[in-house]
């Protein structure tokens, strides 16, 4: 089946340090990849995607590559600010099974 | 647009209640679902519907029932609350099953706690 690992929070950075949250996937075929963030008491919103290989998704600074060859689609940012701080989460959407499957969040916390 | 709209935000039950958490979305989306959040466990599916008069199950449904009777309206309910079923619970839908590449939209949460 599909699953989703991310590396265990919570991650504490100061404001302008480099940030990379590890995600790996298990997955038949060719699943499309998502980082969601989760803003303190909100739902959960799309922050990039990538729907094949070698695709970069960006959004807001944060970039993360789809790696097959790895089966990895880590999210960075060169330069955290305090307003990057959130939960966020690493899935996958196989098409054939149609339902995201989630890892099981991050906690990012940034201070100034 | 409202998107996704969630009632209640917050609910306490006790042992044994039934209630039934509304989601609503003005989307015209045809893809709904509804999935649990708990600690070191990421999210959760628990019941999906593809369509109006169309729901399956997900990851994780008993104790839940779900119907959707229009696009807009998906409700969840939960015919007799146990304290596992103490969780942080979201509405997300989209305009189909796997298009856009799943971007899913989801509601702000029920807090929902049983005691």
């Known amino acids: 089946g599909n699953s989703v690992t991310q590396m265990e929070g919570p991650v504490t950075l100061s404001e302008e340090a480099f940030l990379t949250i590890n995600c790996t996937y298990t997955?038949?075929?060719?699943?499309?990849l998502f980082w969601y963030v989760q803003y303190p008491g909100e739902g959960l919103q799309l922050l990039l995607k990538?729907?094949?290989?070698?695709d970069k998704g960006s959004n807001k600074g944060f970039e993360a590559t789809y790696r097959k060859e790895t089966t990895s689609f880590h999210l960075e940012k060169g330069s955290v600010q305090v307003s990057d701080s959130a939960v966020y989460f690493c899935?996958?959407?196989?098409?054939?099974?149609?339902?995201?499957?989630f890892g099981t969040g991050t906690r990012l916390t940034i201070i100034p | 647009n409202a998107g996704v709209t969630q009632t209640p935000k917050f609910q306490v039950l006790k042992t044994g209640q039934s209630m039934t958490l509304q989601c609503a979305q003005d989307?015209?989306?045809?893809?709904m679902s509804w999935y649990r959040q708990d600690p070191g466990m990421g999210l959760r599916l628990i019941h999906y519907?593809?369509?109006?008069?169309?729901?399956d199950q997900g990851e994780v449904p008993n104790g839940y029932n779900v119907s959707r009777s229009t696009t807009e309206d998906f409700p969840l309910r939960l015919l007799s609350a146990a304290p596992s079923q103490t969780s942080v619970y979201f509405c997300?839908?989209?305009?189909?099953?796997?298009?856009?590449?799943?971007?899913?939209?989801f509601g702000p949460g029920t807090r929902l706690t049983v005691t």
């Open positions: 899935a996958l959407l196989n098409f054939g099974n149609e339902k995201l499957t």
């Open positions: 989307m015209n989306h045809e893809y």
């Open positions: 990538a729907t094949k290989a070698d």
């Open positions: 997955a038949t075929g060719y699943p499309s």
């Open positions: 997300a839908s989209s305009y189909s099953v796997g298009a856009f590449g799943g971007e899913q939209y």
């Open positions: 519907s593809v369509g109006a008069g169309i729901t």
